[in-house]
Nanobody, 127 residues
Framework: QVHLVESGGGLVQPGGSLRLSCVGS??????????IGWFRQAPGKEREFVAT????????QYDESVKGRFTISRDNDRSTVSLQMNNLAPGDTAVYYC??????????????????WGQGTQVSVSS
């Protein structure tokens, strides 16, 4: 069983920043062998891809809507992936989820390519 826990969400004004974290654990889960993705879901909308990072951390990919504003990184020694979000806008308001996948192909940008999910953390951008 895989356990992913997101944290760091909150309310921020437009132009502000937040840093999300995702910590992975589990008796049969090897964090460093999994690509980790961030997705988000706004009310009434489908879950959408935000960013992903390869198991080693050497590869990253971003959705065009966040490129240049968000940065994904990981620390495998701490089983943690972070998403640094800068210059936030109201359109970034959503529940943010991290997800894990042990598959070998790259990049994974569809939700159905990930097998394990966290419970989500709310990000709200409003003045």
């Amino acid at each position: 069983q895989v356990h992913l826990v997101e944290s760091g969400g909150g309310l921020v004004q437009p132009g502000g920043s937040l840093r999300l974290s995702c910590v992975g654990s589990g008796p049969t889960f090897t964090f460093k062998n999994n690509d980790i993705g961030w997705f988000r879901q706004a009310p009434g909308k489908e879950r959408e891809f935000v960013a992903t990072i390869s198991a080693s951390g050497s590869l990253t990919q971003y959705d065009e809507s966040v490129k240049g504003r968000f940065t994904i990184s990981r620390d495998n020694d701490r089983s943690t992936v972070s998403l640094q979000m800068n210059n936030l806008a109201p359109g970034d308001t959503a529940v943010y989820y991290c997800a894990a996948s042990g598959g070998r192909f790259w990049p994974k940008i569809r939700a159905d390519e990930y097998s394990s999910w966290g419970q989500g953390t709310q990000v709200s951008v409003s003045s």
